[in-house]
């Protein structure tokens, strides 16, 4: 078999896109537009490259947009009205809020008053509770979605596959962890606290990294042949940005792995416009 083999996201954004716009094409033909609304609290520079990178692929698709900046001193009660308004919007299918949230804002309560139909990026505990259920009606968040599809596009088979998941976090950690589950694979969950974390991970057919530190994953943490979904986006000492995983090191024994920039991330907002499509539709009874 062959090794070291870097799977880009692009092309798996590619074919989401395309498919996404021929959808939005069909729906045009009866007259109605998909539309998206950021909620975004002050200008926080990484708010504002997700919000660049959305707003380009919504406009690609052919989805609306409407960006909802809120003062970086709101309150909860007004930031509750704001998510409300938008809930209430006919012509709003999808909405994105920002997070964190500033401290002085509530998530534990904010959370809930987001309308779970149009709650595109998993914000609200009912679209957490659809993937442990396995009901494919809910939004799972889009950056664990865009691991799921980065391995079926490569024709990964993910069925009884030993799948190690490096982290636990609410964004990535947990919820790829059940939709692997959902895909029938076998999934072990590690974290800060696991013991001989690289006995445990060189079992992995699959590992798929979202620990958040630079470089961290080495070749002793690789089963020979292995297939690496490297979630992390860091900053090296060098300050170039970089995965969890050590590219360079274990790239002569993965068979398979994707770039950091240029693999997991760069499919997120295609899942993100997928997500807007799929309400859309939903809300219109199609
Ligand atoms: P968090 O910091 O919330 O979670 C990190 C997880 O990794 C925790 O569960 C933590 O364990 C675990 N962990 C930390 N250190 C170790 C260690 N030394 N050994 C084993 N486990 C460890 O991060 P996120 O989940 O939010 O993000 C993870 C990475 O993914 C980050 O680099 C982030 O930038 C990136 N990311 C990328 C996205 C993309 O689109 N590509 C989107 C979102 C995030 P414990 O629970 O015990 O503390």
């Not at 590619?14 to 729906?27: A, F, G, Q």
């Not at 779970?116 to 659809?130: A, E, G, L, Q, T």
Request: charged share 25%; proline share 5%.
């Amino acid at each position: 078999t062959t090794k070291g083999q870097i799977i880009k996201g692009k092309p798996v954004a590619d074919k989401i896109s395309e498919n996404l716009i021929k959808e939005v094409n069909d729906l045009s033909k009866e007259g109605i537009t998909p539309k998206l609304a950021i909620v975004r609290v002050g200008a926080r520079p990484d708010d504002l490259a997700y919000e660049r990178g959305a707003l380009k692929r919504c406009q690609t698709i052919g989805i609306e947009t409407e960006v909802i900046e809120l003062e970086e001193n709101i309150t909860q009660e007004e930031y509750i009205k704001a998510v409300h308004k938008l809930n209430e919007d006919e012509k709003v299918n999808g909405i994105l809020t920002f997070r964190p949230l500033p401290k002085h804002l509530n998530e534990d309560i904010i959370k809930y008053e987001i309308d779970p139909n149009k709650d595109i990026d998993c914000f609200n505990p009912i679209n957490i509770s659809k993937i442990l259920e396995n009901d494919k009606s809910g939004y799972p968040p889009c950056t664990p979605t865009a691991v799921v599809e980065i391995l079926k596009y490569y024709d990964v088979d993910l069925s009884g596959a030993n799948i190690v998941v490096l982290g636990r976090s609410m964004v990535v950690g947990k919820p790829v962890s059940m939709l692997l589950l959902n895909e029938n694979a076998t999934v072990t969950i590690c974290h800060s606290r696991t013991k001989n974390l690289p006995e445990i991970t060189s079992n992995a057919d699959i590992l798929v990294a979202a620990v958040g530190k630079a470089n961290m994953v080495k070749e002793e943490y690789i089963k020979d042949g292995a297939i690496v979904i490297d979630v992390g986006i860091n900053v090296d000492d060098q300050g170039n940005l970089c995965g969890d995983v050590d590219t360079n090191n274990v790239l002569d024994k993965v068979s398979m792995i994707t770039p950091v920039p240029g693999g997991v991330g760069s499919v997120t907002t295609s899942i993100l416009a997928s997500h807007i499509v799929k309400a859309c539709k939903l809300q219109n009874n199609k």
